[in-house]
C-alpha cells in the first residue's frame, strides 16, 4: 500500500519519476509509479486517483502539464506538480502546474526536479509520522556537512 503515488503522463518522464522514487525509497516510504496521460488515458488517470492509497502524489508532465491539475481536481490529498523540459524550456509546463484556479492547488517543484517532490512528499508526510521526522532531520543535518 503506496503512501506516495507517482504519476507522469508520459513514460519519457520515468527518469525524474526515479529520482523521486529514490528518495522516498531512502526514507522507507512506500511508493508506486505508473504512467498515464491526462489527454491519452484519462479514465486510468481517475482510477488510478481514486483506487489509490496514498496520502500525496506526485504528478509529473509536460507540454500543457494538465496532469497535476487533473489529479488535484479528483483528490483532496496533497498535489505535487513536476513540470518537465519538453518544450519552452519548460516554461509552459511550469506555468500550467502553478497557474491553477482557486481551491485546486498544485504545489509545485523546480523543472525537472523530481528529487524535490520525493523531498517534498516525505515532509508533508512527516507531519504525521515520526519516524520520516527523524529521519527527515538526519537528511537536513547532512546537508548542513
Not at 503512501?3 to 508506486?32: H, T, Y
Not at 509509479?33 to 504528478?59: C, G, M, Q, W
Request: charged content about 20%.
Amino acid at each position: 500500500m503506496e503512501k506516495v503515488l507517482i504519476l507522469s503522463g508520459s513514460k519519457s518522464d520515468e527518469e525524474i519519476a526515479k529520482q523521486a522514487m529514490a528518495v522516498l525509497d531512502a526514507f522507507g516510504i512506500p511508493n508506486k509509479y505508473e504512467v498515464a496521460s491526462a489527454h491519452r488515458n484519462p479514465e486510468k488517470v481517475d482510477r488510478l486517483v481514486k483506487e489509490s492509497t496514498a496520502d500525496v502524489f506526485i504528478a509529473i508532465a509536460g507540454l500543457s502539464a494538465a496532469l497535476p491539475g487533473v489529479v488535484a481536481a479528483r483528490t483532496t490529498k496533497p498535489v505535487i506538480g513536476v513540470p518537465v523540459n519538453a518544450a519552452l524550456n519548460g516554461l509552459d509546463s511550469l506555468l500550467s502546474a502553478v497557474q491553477m484556479p482557486p481551491n485546486v492547488p498544485v504545489a509545485c517543484v523546480g523543472i525537472g526536479m523530481g528529487k524535490n517532490a520525493g523531498v517534498l512528499a516525505a515532509e508533508i508526510l512527516a507531519l504525521g509520522d515520526a519516524n520520516i521526522a527523524a529521519k527527515l532531520k538526519d537528511f537536513k543535518e547532512k546537508l548542513k556537512q
